[in-house]
């Protein structure tokens, strides 16, 4: 490891890990969702872990525009610094756009919307027959699979710098 890597601060590096759990753990449960079905209730631990996503995500939001990030090393042309940006710009509006489109699809449904069993949280005014639902479940799907591919994309470019380019991209998030 180089003398002084820069790092991103302590809170970017634990809400970075905590929500990309949390992600993880949503995107893999909601595409297991069929399989499992007869098996084990999953979804209202994902609706909860989603909600829970949503209210971190508008704070690492807002505070995002309080710090920049850290430098890249040299060898990271502005085209491939660009693109890492544009990617994790979209992982931000899927890390809202997703708990937004389940919490309309779930609104419609018969279900409370229960925060792991602790309390129930609000549901808006959205019918199966509303537009907003068949778009929202939609989206949720299609944004879904966008989600996966993006995701398989950031982890190999970071495991990239690591292991190949042996530079201090991924410590800088460690
Ligand atoms: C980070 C947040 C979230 C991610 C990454 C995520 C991801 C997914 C994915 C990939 C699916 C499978 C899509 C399909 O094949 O139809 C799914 C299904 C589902 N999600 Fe989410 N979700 C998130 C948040 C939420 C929230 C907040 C709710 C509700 C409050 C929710 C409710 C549902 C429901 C009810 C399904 C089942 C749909 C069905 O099979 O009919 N999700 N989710
Ligand atoms: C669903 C999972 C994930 C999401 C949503 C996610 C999201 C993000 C976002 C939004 C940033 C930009 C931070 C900022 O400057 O504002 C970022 C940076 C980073 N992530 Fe992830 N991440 C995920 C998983 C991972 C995993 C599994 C790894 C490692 C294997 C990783 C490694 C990194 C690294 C090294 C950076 C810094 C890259 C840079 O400065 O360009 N991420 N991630």
Redesign the pocket.
Known sequence: MSEAVRRYNRGARALHWLIAA??IA??AS??L?DAFEDVIRV?PT??AI??T??ALTMVRIAWRFTWTHPPYPGTVTRAQALCARLVQGLFYGL?LA??VT??I??SAGKYP?SWFGLFDLPKLDVARTDLAYLVGREA??IL?WL?VALVILHVAAALRHHFILRDDVLRSMA
Do not use: S, T
């Open positions: 949390m992600v949503n995107l909601g595409l969702n979804i994902h609706k989603g909600m996503v949503l890390m997703m708990p389940g919490w699809m779930a919307l949720h799907e879904g989600f």
